[in-house]
């Protein structure tokens, strides 16, 4: 079964089904991850570009990759060594990439909605690696992908997401893939970090009511929860003023072992990275033996190259 679109620009206007397509083609990669050999001749010939304008590990190196294990050519642009440092602007950039006749453009901007910019100009398909505050659709779907693997199933778990909510794109695209696929998300976090009427928006994105709520201390998050995701502070985001001080915030909103003993007892824990020790997540907790933050890079892998196979055209 083909994904049926040109692009991969968020997770609001995907339906279960492509969401499960993706997830089950992603299962069959991390197969081939395990391999001695970890190459498939999948993508030979095609082309792949990564644009990325924001800083990044996890999501450019997974990328690049999953793009090279499918056997395509890939090349990776950043923002200060392009022309952008002299003034070409983000379109007159993707006309000019779209002329070498890549087969997917791979982009992450800190502008909020950039992908979608450049998908209605590009004949190449389009995949968002993050836009602002917008969404990170692979992200969530790593995350999906590694929930499911440990717990067999998505639907009927409560999974507490906790920290900036507001300005993380990680937190929308999780709250919208995760509540279609009928798990009970809470958002947890200073009142100042958290987005007024998310809930409403996923509810009418989804057509149905929304499963997204909110709690107002972490405690009430955690209780009971089968997922625990960490969120970073989005300090480059802020303009100050959204708490008094890392150390507060640490105390306040922080996952240490203790508030972790209010989930259930084989909860996990995930976290987008990267990870500020101490302030969103303790030590010990984050390499503990509930952690699943390896698993969820492992699994980035996985995913990123089946958005490609399945965007790419691969046979």
Not at 129 to 134: C, E, I, L, Q
Not at 187 to 207: D, N
């Amino acid at each position: 079964m083909p994904l049926h679109r040109k692009d991969l620009l968020g997770i609001a206007d995907l339906s279960v089904a492509e969401i499960n397509l993706i997830l089950d083609t992603a299962e069959t990669f991390r197969d081939v991850n395990t391999r001695q050999i970890k190459k498939v001749p999948t993508l030979r010939g095609k082309t792949v570009i990564n644009l990325f304008f924001e800083a990044s590990t996890r999501t450019r190196t997974s990328f690049e990759i999953a793009g090279k294990r499918l056997s395509a050519d890939t090349i990776n642009i950043s923002a200060s060594t392009s022309s952008v440092v002299k003034g070409e602007t983000l379109v007159d950039t993707a006309l000019n990439l779209q002329a070498m006749a890549p087969d997917a453009i791979v982009i992450r901007h800190g502008s909020s909605g950039a992908p979608h910019q450049i998908a209605k100009i590009v004949k190449a398909a389009v995949i968002n690696a993050g836009d602002g505050a917008h969404e990170h659709p692979t992200q969530a779907l790593l995350d999906a992908l590694t929930i499911r693997h440990h717990k067999g199933r998505l639907a009927g778990l409560k999974v507490a997401i906790i920290g900036d909510v507001l300005h993380s794109r990680v937190a929308r695209s999780n709250a919208h893939l995760l509540s279609k696929l009928g798990a009970q998300v809470v958002l947890a976090g200073p009142r100042t970090l958290l987005p007024f009427g998310l809930e409403k928006r996923i509810a009418l994105a989804a057509q149905s009511e929304s499963s997204v709520t909110f709690a107002e201390k972490i405690e009430d998050a955690i209780t009971d929860a089968d997922v625990v995701m960490m969120l970073r502070i989005q300090l480059e985001r802020q303009s100050g003023g959204f708490f008094p001080s890392l150390r507060e915030y640490s105390i306040h909103y922080g996952l240490n072992r203790k508030r972790l003993t209010l989930a259930k007892p084989d909860a996990i824990v995930l976290h987008p990275g990267p990870i500020n020790r101490g302030v969103e997540i303790d030590s010990d907790v984050a390499d503990g033996a509930s952690s699943l933050i390896l698993d969820q890079v492992e699994n980035g892998v996985a995913v990123r190259m089946a958005i490609l196979y399945l965007l790419a055209g691969g046979e």
